[in-house]
């Protein structure tokens, strides 16, 4: 079989798991969903599954990393002020596929899943807001604050944004996220030092 035939093949079968996945999460939840119950809804053999993915973590682990890898092509150089911009490119992934992540996401969802998020993201904030971010007063008693209260506020925005049939545009969410989280730093690092 020719290459681009077997990568259509695996992109199809990638396809049909989440799809399967999200259908079986609302459903069931995410804790009582199997790889079984997953092949069997997208009619894709075990092996296949097997493939591609080393169990359903894996499987929600990887849709993750593309909005992940999507995020960071859009981060600013260390140091710069963060913008709506680099928001923009996660809320239109997390639209692209918001049956998969308003399963995760919603009542229903995976609280692994969700905490890996917001871990992620913490890092990712950690590593590019500017030195001084979630420095309170200067110092760096608040220094991990910052990152873990965007992270939490990005998950629930996500979440609510998803939950309620994304009533307004990528574009426009990532804006007033980022106004939000702009103003937690300019808060944070107004505090007096302790």
Known sequence: MSGQAEN???RRTRKLLREALAELIRERGFERTTVSAITER?????????RNYNDKYDLVEKIFAEA????????????????????????????????????????????????????????????????????????????????TLIS???????????GNGRPVPAAEMADRFSRIAVALVEEVNGWPAP
């Open 42 to 50: 997208a009619m894709v053999s075990r092996a296949a599954f097997y």
């Open 68 to 147: 992940v890898a999507l995020l960071t092509e859009h981060l600013p150089d260390e140091g710069d002020v963060p913008d709506e911009r680099r928001w923009v490119a996660f809320f239109e992934h997390f639209a692209e596929y918001h049956q998969i992540y308003t399963a995760l996401l919603g009542d229903s969802g995976s609280q692994w899943f969700a905490g890996r998020m917001r871990a992620t993201l913490a890092e990712m904030v950690t590593a590019h807001l500017p030195a001084t971010a979630g420095a309170v007063g200067g110092g760096t008693t608040g220094a991990g604050l910052v990152p």
């Open 8 to 10: 259509v093949r695996t």
């Open 152 to 162: 939490a506020l990005f998950v629930q925005s996500v979440a609510w944004w998803l």
